[in-house]
């Protein structure tokens, strides 16, 4: 009796210029021929289908005759593409039941644990767009409640297994990953080049910016295009031995690019979810080896070394089960990393420390250099011990710069202009004394209000890190922006309050990479 | 620095003919003037605002200036009822930060207990729409997890006080409630007119079907108008003493109509919930005596007396605190009360049991006049243990249909024809001997999808009962639809699995009503 009614007359489709985002939206016309618009309300769930090929979609209702007939569906933006059907085709449209996997997510509520197989199905309904917002908000915040280490295994193998997966000719292909927070922490820029230099193989990916004033991939598309689909990428590697991307082509862990767009409006954040999205995203890459950047400071996303140990073992112990080495290392988190943030900014700093420019910011090529260090260490060919100064020689020489140009040669031209914001003002220490803290949160914030990373040339530029001795009126930061709005708002959001800690204490001093 | 951007222009309010239910929804031209669109997604949240006034929506692109040029934005029906302004007027829209409130769920989600001043903050958020369907999911699924006694007190005096708040100008106001899941359980409807025609004052509200093949307010708008605004509905209480009508305009409670929209997608049901939203609603309609039916059986939503019995508690603890006396009764929910199942058929068996005519169904009679007993116990006057037969005195006599009638005048006429489908036939039993069980899941969905409830005159009439003896091929009940496709498919499901259970074992006695 839950078959579909399929003595109904199908409908036709349109499409419609809505963009929905995540979300398939399908509309109809309350007199439609082929439902009884009674019985659903909008936000109710349908089904449609052309022979074997099926589509969820959220419902709305329409009067106007002119947006949608009795006789059409009419398919949003991102429902129309998934479902990748001509414009006239005609298809049959029933009520949807929820996907069947909704069954375990209803049992995890109620505090049950859950199978590997009942993870897996779940998965599947995610990535293949069968879930509601409702629906994936149901089974993250039951996840968040509790999630055991069975659990968690069974959700990045799945994760993994759905999309695209990486294999490459070689045992030994690096990685590496921030979790974030950190403004203007673009190390993974100048680290790619310094291991491709040495013969490493590091097919990166990175993402654009959700929360932050830039990712790796919008700074990077100031040099190079990014937005490379999986062969365009694997020539790039093959051919450069490793390559600056943006995965939003690649389709590495769909499911973990869904669970995100839910993940961030309601700011959820467990340690579990955060294991289950990398370790997803890099088993996908084919990753064999992996470093993990683990800002710790006050406004860092990680506040504690206690927290960074027990996150750091959940790493391991999901990189042990599929095989990744994981290294581990807590780095500096109590200000940013060089002086530029926003994505020309941070392309700036990049690129003054792949050509050794005079005055290039000394603490992102120090960080740089070790976490490259790390990674060099992986190669068994490098006698142990020696991968800092292989890592400074390949930099130092220009090997890196060198190599930087070939990838960049390889993904094409940046689509890009690289200028920066024609508004500038300088914020000004309020008092004398020694910088002792600097608030990452805080910076961020006033960079994105500047309108980074959507404008490009938006940001902030540090002329003072912490233990830097200042005078009352000295300049702290310039902000930048393109548009004079956005520019008056950051910039009386930055003389409210600069992020600044200035007082006259000596900071404690604290050792860049552990 | 998050304060609405007033330097960008506003943009003027244009209608869009979608109906998105509950859901807010603005769209904006991806040209917009007054939005960087970039920075958005599908499905972000905007808000907008006009003066002091604000709505918050879920934002959609179009890139079709047809829809929405670069100088409007479009307002879904919901959204622009809601936001109560003229088509044309300027309105500025800018990126919404999630409500404040949504703190606390996020608090909750990690397993904190909320305070009452937390949970109230929740519910008025909610009750004015500033949730998304995401954010609901996520406060209902960290309450479903676990809700203390103190927070569902909260809770219920939370919903209670948004929205219509009832007051009588007599001390002892009763009401019942049924917690559903039993096809044709139509007491309400003979016990209000009893109750009503001994002198109590029974203002009852009721819902429309969402599971079932009838709801109260479904089957009683063949008799009367049941789509009454508060004023009438007082109007009909002061003249009659009761009224049975819908509670969809009076706006009881408008919180638990909002998480009831998000529960039954999710087909989430938890004890505390159902608490909350049935004395939330109860509270608010200024309900003072209170009788709650609860149906025990294996198909029935409470499937065991120690269950029933938490629930209970559950219902006094939250009455004693806000002062209305709770009396549960469990009752014999092994399979359907009364004969027809929809809201035509149901309504020809109240009429019928009201008129005291041969053939009503002794059972739908039996249960109203129990359940009018206990309520007609809150009368101080009644000589206590003499409810029963006042209230079969007031039945039989015809007090009751002649107090129905008057209810029915003082709500005006149904806009219904109360016409049987045109399309019937009769399910058959496969084999002799003597009805052990039917089903009630499995006959509610039966009725559904033979129509009911919007298809009036679709349903099931019941020949045959618990420990009635059938032979092979003697119907056991008629399958009645209005259209022919919905006809086939409930008669082919009905021909596959009848719901009856038929054997020679003669099944136990159960007490009508405990």
């Known amino acids: 009796m839950n078959a579909p009614d399929l003595?109904?007359?199908?409908?036709?489709?349109?499409r419609i210029s809505l963009d929905t985002g995540r979300e398939n939206v399908a509309v109809i016309s309350r007199r439609s021929r082929a439902l009884r618009p009674e019985v659903f309300r909008g936000f109710s769930r349908v089904e449609l289908r052309i022979n074997s090929k099926v589509l969820l979609a959220t419902l709305m209702?329409?009067?106007?005759?002119?947006?949608?007939?009795?006789?059409?569906?009419?398919?949003?933006e991102p429902a129309f593409r998934r479902f990748?059907?001509?414009?006239?085709?005609?298809?049959?449209?029933?009520?949807?039941?929820?996907?069947?996997?909704?069954?375990?997510?209803r049992a995890k509520i109620q505090g049950h644990t859950l199978s590997a197989a009942e993870i897996t199905a779940i998965v599947d309904d995610l990535a293949h767009f069968r879930y509601s917002d409702m629906e994936i908000a149901a089974f993250l915040i039951s996840a968040a409640r509790f999630t055991t280490t069975d659990e968690l295994l069974a959700l990045v193998g799945a994760m993994a297994s759905v999309g695209t997966k990486l294999t490459w000719d070689t045992p030994i292909v690096v990685d590496k990953h921030c979790i974030g927070g950190i403004p203007g922490n673009r190390t993974t820029m100048i680290v790619v080049p310094i291991v491709a230099a040495h013969g490493l193989m590091i097919p990166k990916t990175s993402s654009r910016a959700i929360t932050s004033p830039a990712g790796t991939a919008d700074t990077m598309e100031l040099l190079a295009r990014v937005?490379?689909?999986?062969?365009?990428?694997?020539?790039?590697?093959?051919?450069?031995?490793?390559?600056?991307?943006?995965?939003?082509?690649?389709n590495l862990s769909p499911a973990d690019d869904i669970l995100i767009s839910v993940e961030r409006p309601l700011s959820l954040d467990t340690p579990e979810q955060m294991v289950a999205s990398i370790m997803s995203k890099k088993l996908a890459a084919g990753s064999t080896r992996l470093l993990i950047d683990f800002?710790?400071?006050?406004?860092?996303?990680?506040?504690?070394?206690?927290?960074?140990?027990?996150?750091r073992k959940l790493f391991e112990f999901v990189g042990d089960h599929f095989g990744i080495s994981v290294e581990v290392v807590t780095t500096d988190g109590r200000q940013p990393i060089g002086r530029g943030i926003g994505p020309v900014l941070e392309a700036?700093?990049?690129?003054?420390?792949?050509?050794?420019?005079?005055?290039?910011?000394?603490?992102?090529?120090?960080?740089?250099?070790?976490?490259?260090?790390?990674?060099?260490?992986?190669?068994?060919?490098?006698?142990?011990?020696t991968g800092y100064a292989r890592a400074k020689e390949l930099l130092d020489s220009g090997a890196a710069l060198k190599k930087m140009q070939q990838i960049i040669d390889a993904q094409g031209p940046s689509p890009c202009p690289a200028e920066l914001g024609s508004y500038a003002a300088d914020v000004l220490a309020a008092a004398d004394g020694v910088v002792n803290g600097i608030d990452c949160l805080r910076i961020n914030r006033l960079a994105r209000s500047a309108g980074a990373p959507v404008a490009k040339g938006a940001g902030i530029d540090l002329f003072k890190k912490i233990g830097d001795r200042?005078?009352?009126?000295e300049p702290?930061?310039?902000?930048?922006?393109?548009?004079?709005?956005?520019?008056?708002?950051?910039?009386?959001?930055?003389?409210?309050?600069?992020?600044?800690?200035?007082?006259?204490?000596?900071?404690?001093?604290?050792?860049?990479?552990?």
């Open 7 to 14: 003595t109904r007359p199908p409908l036709t489709i349109r």
């Open 61 to 76: 209702i329409t009067d106007d005759d002119a947006m949608i007939g009795p006789d059409e569906v009419g398919l949003s």
């Open 84 to 105: 990748n059907e001509p414009v006239g085709s005609a298809v049959s449209v029933t009520p949807a039941r929820s996907p069947a996997s909704l069954d375990a997510v």
């Open 227 to 250: 937005d490379l689909d999986v062969e365009q990428m694997k020539q790039v590697v093959h051919a450069c031995g490793g390559c600056l991307v943006w995965g939003g082509h690649v």
């Open 295 to 311: 800002p710790v400071g006050p406004s860092a996303k990680v506040t504690s070394a206690n927290e960074a140990m027990r996150l």
């Open 348 to 385: 700036r700093d990049v690129m003054a420390v792949l050509g050794n420019k005079p005055g290039a910011p000394a603490d992102l090529r120090e960080k740089s250099l070790r976490l490259a260090a790390h990674l060099l260490e992986y190669d068994p060919k490098l006698r142990g011990g």
């Open 470 to 473: 200042v005078e009352k009126g």
């Open 476 to 514: 702290l930061y310039r902000v930048y922006a393109s548009d004079r709005s956005e520019f008056d708002l950051a910039l009386a959001a930055a003389q409210a309050e600069s992020g600044f800690a200035i007082n006259h204490h000596t900071p404690a001093d604290v050792d860049l990479v552990s």
